[in-house]
């Protein structure tokens, strides 16, 4: 049976390439390595060198020259590494000609952040759609993978896992197998979307506010959700430390109830497989009334941190939603002027720090005020006769107090403006208490 290779458990010591094909965007590749390296970093793998290649001509077989391959391909033997991690992005041939010559791993930017996400993947929705994008990067990689694979068969199936026809290579059978699996995944994460589409029709019915924290990888949202709902989300300062899409509900301050979900970190060149295979979790972004973007204010690609996760939004048709910015993390930024820098840049964003509880009062107070038009404050005078109306503004509204005067109930209840109607006549005309 095919197998995905476990990469992390195979190496220990690697060596950073990144390939720049424009002298103006040599800056932009250095901060790409540095990220690269936090990433490998992050797989416990040991890092004994970075370069930067500047290359005037891309290479078809290589990227860049066979002169430059095998003159970094002795650097990384010098330095006695096991794996080179090349931070651009490798075609099936690319790869297999680099480990041919360099004889040890080779992999790319994405097959990093695909092993990132094996290991942080806990529920079964996680693991699935791991497991999916694993598959789609594998399978033309597969004769790479598995130098065996170049045998004929037989006519009988030997014991083997999967019995091939005459002349038919073993290759042949397990990119079968893999196809067959990739479609049984995608089976299974249409399953997940289905139960997804209930429990949300469910929301609807109650017509609970939602909202999604989105942001950078590491940037701190799972703490602020944490501190929000005072749950215990995990967090770590780690890259992509959720992966399971997390939901709590919180009571804001004028009764009115808000369901909000915590989302995958994002990243610079987020392989597009992985924005393809985690819809099921990015849904809760494309489906909330509003988003919280977090962002990491003590970082200094602060910046480049937001137009990413503004593209992956974008790419998700979630872009056009309010939005709140948050600038978490502000108790590490010392320098008045980096703070002033920031005010500019993200005019009405919110300054929170969700480790140390500054900010947060004014965070749900914000979050008050964009769900402000869907409820309303009232005070009702109900007959105890009328369980009907009593049992309504219960299930649909938020009783904010009872009292109960001769054979009448008076309440005072946050309810969704729909509501207003139906409760009409017994609402009575003062305004409720404060």
Same mark, same amino acid.
């Given at each position: 049976m095919f197998e995905v290779r476990e990469k992390p458990d195979m190496v220990e010591r690697a060596m950073l390439v990144g390939f720049c094909?424009?002298?103006?965007?040599?800056?932009? =590749?250095?901060?790409?390595?540095?990220?690269?390296?936090?990433?490998?970093?992050?797989?416990?793998?040991?890092?004994?060198?970075?370069?930067?290649?500047?290359?005037?001509?891309?290479?078809?077989?290589?990227?860049?020259? =066979?002169?430059?391959?095998?003159?970094?391909i002795e650097l990384a033997h010098q330095r006695e590494c096991d794996c080179i991690v090349i931070d651009n992005e490798l075609s099936p041939m690319q790869q297999?000609?680099?480990?041919?010559?360099?004889d040890m791993t080779v992999i790319d930017r994405e097959e990093v952040i695909l092993d990132i996400f094996a290991q942080r993947a806990r529920t079964r929705e996680a693991r699935l759609q791991v497991d999916l994008a694993r598959m789609q990067y594998a399978l033309p990689r597969m004769a790479r993978m598995w130098g065996h694979l170049d045998r004929e068969g037989g006519g009988g199936s030997g014991g083997a896992g999967a019995s091939r026809g005459m002349g038919e290579q073993q290759i042949e059978i397990d990119r079968r197998l893999a196809r067959k699996r990739i479609s049984k995944l995608k089976s299974d994460l249409?399953?997940?979307?289905?139960?997804?589409?209930?429990?949300?029709k469910d929301r609807q019915r109650s017509d609970t506010a939602t909202a999604a924290v989105v942001g950078y990888t590491n940037a701190g949202k799972s703490t602020l959700l944490n501190r929000?709902?005072?749950?215990?989300?995990?967090?770590?300062?780690?890259?992509?430390?959720? *992966?399971?899409?997390?939901?709590?509900r919180i009571e804001l301050e004028d009764?009115?109830? *808000?369901?909000?979900?915590?989302?995958?970190?994002?990243?610079?060149n987020l392989p597009h497989r992985l924005v393809e295979s985690f819809k099921a979790t990015?849904?809760?972004?494309?489906?909330?009334?509003?988003?919280?973007?977090?962002?990491?204010?003590?970082?200094?690609?602060?910046?480049?941190?937001?137009?990413?996760?503004?593209?992956?939004?974008?790419?998700?048709?979630a872009h056009d939603k309010p939005t709140i910015v948050v600038l978490n993390k502000i108790d590490k930024i010392d320098d008045p002027a980096i703070l002033t820098g920031l005010r500019n840049q993200f005019e009405g964003a919110l300054e929170c720090s969700a480790l140390e509880d500054i900010g947060m009062e004014a965070l749900t107070l914000k979050f008050t005020e964009?769900?402000?038009?869907?409820?309303?404050?009232?005070?009702?005078?109900?007959?105890?006769?009328?369980?009907?109306?009593?049992?309504?503004?219960?299930?649909?509204g938020k009783v904010l107090s009872t009292e109960y005067e001769g054979n009448d109930i008076l309440f005072i209840a946050v309810i969704p403006k729909e509501l207003e109607g139906r409760l009409k006549e017994v609402e009575q005309t003062e305004n409720p208490e404060n």
């Open positions: 094909f424009d002298k103006r965007e040599e800056i932009e =590749t250095q901060k790409l390595l540095l990220e690269l390296e936090e990433l490998v970093d992050t797989l416990g793998i040991g890092i004994v060198g970075i370069e930067l290649v500047r290359v005037r001509d891309r290479n078809k077989g290589y990227l860049c020259g =066979t002169g430059k391959v095998e003159e970094l297999r000609n680099w480990e041919g010559l360099a249409e399953d997940v979307r289905r139960q997804r589409a209930t429990q949300r929000l709902a005072d749950s215990d989300i995990m967090e770590a300062d780690m890259l992509f430390a959720t *992966l399971d899409p997390t939901t709590r009764g009115q109830a *808000l369901l909000i979900s915590d989302t995958v970190g994002f990243v610079r990015l849904e809760e972004a494309l489906l909330a009334d509003f988003l919280v973007h977090v962002l990491d204010s003590s970082s200094e690609e602060i910046f480049d941190h937001y137009e990413t996760t503004c593209k992956v939004l974008e790419e998700l048709k964009l769900l402000a038009g869907r409820v309303s404050r009232k005070s009702y005078r109900i007959p105890q006769a009328r369980g009907d109306l009593s049992g309504l503004l219960h299930r649909q």
